[in-house]
């Protein structure tokens, strides 16, 4: 038996690969707690005539009553003590692809076009810049837990919650934490005994809160993000248990300017252009997103730093 | 700039040129360089801990990222630290031990990735992990205390060892159940005695009584 057609024999009728037709999502973080109540917004810079936006604390209904005799005048009560600001900046964040048009017609993958798919990308790219500035803020509490160098314990957990009841802030509370410091809790639940209990995230509960959502605990929800920074030349990662409310964030608008050309990409704070450079024979695809995030109480945070 | 291009050209020259390589594989970290901005160390003096065996701050970074905490437009930090200064933060300067500066920068994707001084980058089949001189840290802690005299106040210190008493007991407690709770009892028990021990007022070397020569008497 000879020249039997193989596939080898097909020779030059063959191609070496083929794309199968699906994007398959490489493995990243792309958590972001962008939209969660827990951040207070204080609101957008625009028409305001500054980048910074301030807020107000107010406490006067703090202020304690006290004894006056019969008679007597009551003396007046200085307010300043009792009311408060924090403020937040914003800045632009941005990010932009330069698609050549070879590019973009060979591109394999229907029915969006390669610009079309990394514009989509824009929005992931905002959420992830939003999450990286939370967790800047989480290694910044005054009040700590844990040791250097030591795993994260249930009993960390619980100084980190007595800190903040301690404090008088309100629940519900949030933790932020490392993916290392969820395994090193995790592995100290495993021996705990009594009703405590993980309450691990479930396909649904994930589908409404995020890929970063790990689950519940003690009546918190726990979210885990890469981001979350170093602490202690990298001895140490620095999460944080935190009310709601512990952190503001504000941003701003872009307005469109349709008569400049380019396509705008929906509306709202993330502003996605496509801008056509013919000579190049290419088009860019910019995203653009102004925000700004900051410690809006500093008591209503506890930063948790524990073996990395 | 990078562009996404269906294929590369090269030039072609008669004359020799010096061989450069590709721009995709010149050799830069697996890490973007916007996940590792520049900072700048924050000390405040209710943050102390106990690093290597010693009282040292327990310091944050302050990104100099525009937008992050205060940082301004063009990344100017004046703002951020003035108003983390109101909350009693302390900047520590980047020359306050002149020439080593505690932050240091890696060519990345996309430009410079800083690290720590004391953070041991290595690239392990590709895969960037990262350690810590723990011990060189808090020796330079040490030494920046010493500069800017920083001592930790005793009622910090007292609140961080009952802390860490209150955890004992209960890691204490659970002990016979759990085997970790234990182990990890046992070291705390060593640190709080250490950290006890630190506590202890140095004693003074003991200086023998000389005995004073009465003056003679003027016959």
Known sequence: ?308 | MAFTTSSTSTASHLSPQPAQPPQATQEVLPAYASEHPYFTLLYHPLRWGWLSGRWLPILRKLSLTPGSQNVDKQGDPSMAIAIESQQGWVAVPHTVLPGEDYVVAYAARGGLAHFSRWEKLKLLGGRLTTSSDEHGYADYLERVCARLGWTPDPDVVEGRITALEAECVQDEAAAPTDVKAAHRAKLARKVIDAMRASLQPVEEPVVEDTVIPSPRRKS
């Open chain 1, 1 to 308: 038996m000879a020249d039997e057609v193989t596939f080898s024999a097909l020779s030059d009728a063959t191609v070496a690969a083929t794309l199968h037709q699906e994007l398959l999502a490489k493995l990243g973080d792309r958590h972001s707690l962008w939209g969660h109540p827990a951040i207070y917004y204080a609101g957008s810079v625009n028409g305001t005539g500054s980048n910074v936006r301030k807020f107000t604390l107010w406490g006067a209904d703090l202020a304690p009553m006290a004894a006056v005799s019969d008679g007597s005048s009551a003396s007046n009560t200085a307010i300043g003590s009792y009311v408060g600001s924090g403020s937040v900046t914003v800045a632009r964040q941005a990010l932009m692809f330069t698609s050549t048009d070879l590019a973009g017609m060979t591109w394999g993958f229907s029915p969006a076009t390669l610009v079309e798919k990394i514009a989509e990308s824009m929005a992931t790219a905002a959420k992830r810049r939003f999450q990286a500035l939370l967790c800047d803020i989480v290694d910044g509490f005054t009040t700590t837990v844990g040791s250097s160098g030591v795993d994260f314990s249930v009993t960390n957990w619980f100084s980190a919650k007595a800190a903040l009841q301690s404090a008088s802030a309100p629940g519900p509370f949030l933790a932020i934490l490392h993916p290392q410091q969820l395994n090193d809790l995790q592995a100290s639940l495993r021996a705990e005994t009594g009703p405590m209990q993980f309450v691990p995230a479930t396909a649904e509960l994930m589908a409404l809160k995020g890929q970063g959502y790990a689950g519940m605990f003690d009546g918190v929800d726990i979210f885990t993000s890469s981001q979350v920074p170093t602490a202690n030349a990298g001895a140490d990662r620095a999460g944080a248990l935190m009310s709601y409310g512990a952190v503001a964030f504000a941003d701003g608008l872009v307005t469109p300017q349709v008569a400049v050309g380019g396509i705008a990409i929906g509306s709202g704070p993330i502003y996605v252009e496509i801008e056509r450079d013919a000579g190049m024979g290419a088009n860019k695809i910019v995203g653009n997103y102004f925000v700004g995030v900051s410690k809006a109480q500093d008591l209503m945070g506890v930063s948790i730093i524990t073996d990395s």
